[in-house]
């Protein structure tokens, strides 16, 4: 088939994709799911192993695939929504937290992460799946808290400030575990040396870090408004070039990219266009990350005993790690407890784990599928516990 036929044929693919997430996404936020279950749901039905086979079939064209042009547009909707993330967190939202809004931010995220290790290596799976499949627990899903805050008007509670803050920090804190984990997978064994080399690539991210976030406002701020936008498209991608050959992942290199021009003067006017760009290209990831899971792993008993010990787990651990923080911050139980519920839906941040995973052949398609189950497991379980408490809490304090 010519290149131009592929492409074209990707191009309705995706907006095919999009469309039906898009319109699965209004039904199922009528009763309160988020809109990521939708996008994975649509990706795992029209998924070349499943329903696109046979619709591939039918009209005689290789329509529902996965193709390297689909891969590239995957690529990049994932670089612009770490460097959405990045842009909303800024250092106002890392100052604003406090001190415990920062140890619920790094303790909600090592706690499940050890609580799942300990659970897999205990089944017998073995270090490097083990630790990508916990990894992918550690971050709670910024974009599905800040979106039922908005839609249910819960930005009054006392807990909404604690939760942004602990939800935006703990990507900080995951995307500093993906950097050792990956030094420590690479070694092979965890040893003092390869300790050390961890700790290296962590002060290496953290000099590039604050570098990128000392510089680069200050040499935006010296564009004009009407050209920022395509100056910080510059900033993000040179930034993704170095990183990147540095040995560092693209998100972490689009994440850091982000906060930096967050500090810029024009930085809304990059926040707004990005988030036409997100329009687009935003549920692209998430689609395919459901389209790239053969449907009968999810069938096997094995994967679904897996992950329902792993979203337990989870659950669990993000809810031991934030609640005692939380609690010292608001002085309030029932309050810390929702702030504890907010923090249990994953999302983007732990299929980007979960991709760079099953790209660099660390996990495999099984330990995959774990991971989008988990997803799917505690979003919905998460939304609407978290939904449901904070809606009755505002009830009880509006009377």
Partial sequence: M?????IFLTLLEVSIL???????????????FPRVVAELLIGLTLSPYALGSLLNAILHMELFTINDYLLFLTNLSVILLLFASGLEHGLSTLREGGVYGILAAVFGAIVPYT??????????????????????TAPTSLAVVAGIIEREGLTGLPSTKVLITAASIDDVVALILLSMATAVIAAGVFTYGTLITAVKIVILWVLIFLLSVLFIPRILNRVGEETIVYASLVVLFGVVLIMTTLGFSEVIAAFIAGVAVAEGRFSQRVRETVNVLLAIFGSIFFIVMGLQLNFKYILNIEVLVM?????????????????PFAYLRLRDSRDSIIVSYGMIPRGEMGLVVASIGLSSGLITMGDFGVIILMVLITTIIGAVVYRREACRFRSVRTR
Avoid: C, H, Q
Wanted: net charge negative.
């Fill in 2 to 6: 010519p290149a131009e036929e592929v």
């Fill in 115 to 136: 609580l799942v290790y300990w659970a897999l290596v205990s089944m017998g799976l073995p270090f490097a799946e083990s630790t990508i499949i916990a990894l992918s």
């Fill in 307 to 323: 992950a329902i010990v792993v979203s337990l787990a989870a659950i669990i651990g993000k809810v031991i790690g934030i609640y």
């Fill in 18 to 32: 999009v469309l039906l997430a898009d319109l699965a996404g209004s039904v199922l936020a009528r009763y309160g």
